[in-house]
């Protein structure tokens, strides 16, 4: 039973154009929701987070929106640019179960120049 | 960076042998977890702990236990290790609104 999901496991964005990573949820109850990059052989690193009562987070390139209604968050990276290129995940915090912090599985991203 | 290191960062062991992953934080954060990566699963939860000596299962926590002593220290075994089992290890630990991630242990079992 998967309450984080990322439907596409790959996206492909040319340098300096807009790149938008899509996360879906199914537990209402979620408090927080976050973003982390991962590079091969190399731990996740946290890229930004939004509460559940906010609808927008922004920081530098990175801006993630939160839809309730739809339980629908996405990550916007504008520019893109080569480096950004790794997997990205979505995770979520709360629900009814103490302490877990649910993953979506993924999305490549590819920024190619 | 996050105070949170992991030990040993790789290791091969055989068939059937325990094994024991170490999960250090100077954080003195309530939540620590541990997660498995494997190709096209993302990250799947084995074990997270809530506190000291709570602990509670994930999805993937067939043939692993844990341990958490004190605050600082999340110990993963592998209490007969098995091929399937050869995978990248993650923990992470976790405040109110952010969770940090160690570098892994990449495992390997024969």
């Known amino acids: 039973d998967q309450q984080v999901k990322q439907n596409s496991p790959s996206l492909s964005v040319q340098e300096g154009r807009i790149s938008i990573l899509n996360c879906d949820y199914t537990?209402?109850?979620?408090?927080?929701f976050l973003w982390y990059k991962k590079y091969p052989a190399e731990g996740p690193t946290f890229l930004i987070s939004?509460?559940?009562?906010?609808d927008k987070n922004e920081d530098g390139r990175f801006t993630v929106f939160l839809n309730k209604s739809a339980k629908h968050l996405s990550l916007h990276i504008v520019p893109s640019q080569p480096g950004d290129s790794a997997v990205y995940f979505c995770a979520a915090i709360g629900g009814s179960t103490l302490g877990r912090l649910y993953f979506g599985r993924g999305t490549q991203l590819t920024v190619w120049p | 960076d996050a105070g949170i290191t992991q030990s040993p960062r790789h290791k091969v062991t055989e068939t059937g042998t325990p094994v024991t992953l170490r999960c250090h934080q100077t954080e003195n954060h309530r939540y620590m977890y541990w997660y498995r990566q494997d190709p096209g699963h993302g990250l799947r939860l084995i074990h997270y702990s809530y506190g000291v000596k709570d602990t509670d299962k994930g999805e993937v926590s067939d043939g692993y236990s844990v341990s958490r002593s004190k605050t600082e220290d999340f110990l993963l075994t592998l209490e007969s290790a098995t091929s399937s089992q050869t995978s990248v290890y993650f923990c992470?630990?976790?405040?109110?609104?952010?969770?940090?991630f160690g570098q892994g242990t990449r495992l390997t079992v024969v």
């Open positions: 537990n209402s109850m979620f408090d927080y």
């Open positions: 992470a630990i976790r405040g109110d609104t952010e969770a940090f």
């Open positions: 939004i509460s559940s009562i906010k």
